[in-house]
């Protein structure tokens, strides 16, 4: 199991240099409505809003849901005040996501328990959470 999280900002207006000034934390992907890039494939691609993101990483593959949460706690608890109402952010929420590619055939349930602790500090962050589950059913299937 893949486990993640993310925190993410949205906005028309949002300047991520602001968020990341406000915020000192250095984002994963940042961009301004309007910003141009080339994809893989040649094509240029226009942001059509702003975006701001962190991301617990994990090359190990090893953290639990409640380690990857106390990740985004020492990173952002000097700025949990500020998270709900940040300068041009039109959404704001907390993603933890999910990958499971060894469920045993037929099984389609992913589940996950979060400790005590990791509900209040998500409590305490302020913003939405989403759940994202992906379960990859393995090739021989």
Known sequence: MTISVTLRFTGDLLNPGEITTMLNVVPRISRRKGDRKI???KKEIISKFGLWTWKSDDPSNTLTI??????LKDRFQHAYDLLPNLPNVDNAWVDICIVD??????DSSVSLLLSKESTVILGNIGLSIEFTIYRSIPEDE
């Open 39 to 41: 994809s893989s494939s």
């Open 66 to 71: 409640d380690d990857h949460i106390k990740c």
């Open 101 to 106: 590619s060894e469920g045993e055939g037929g």
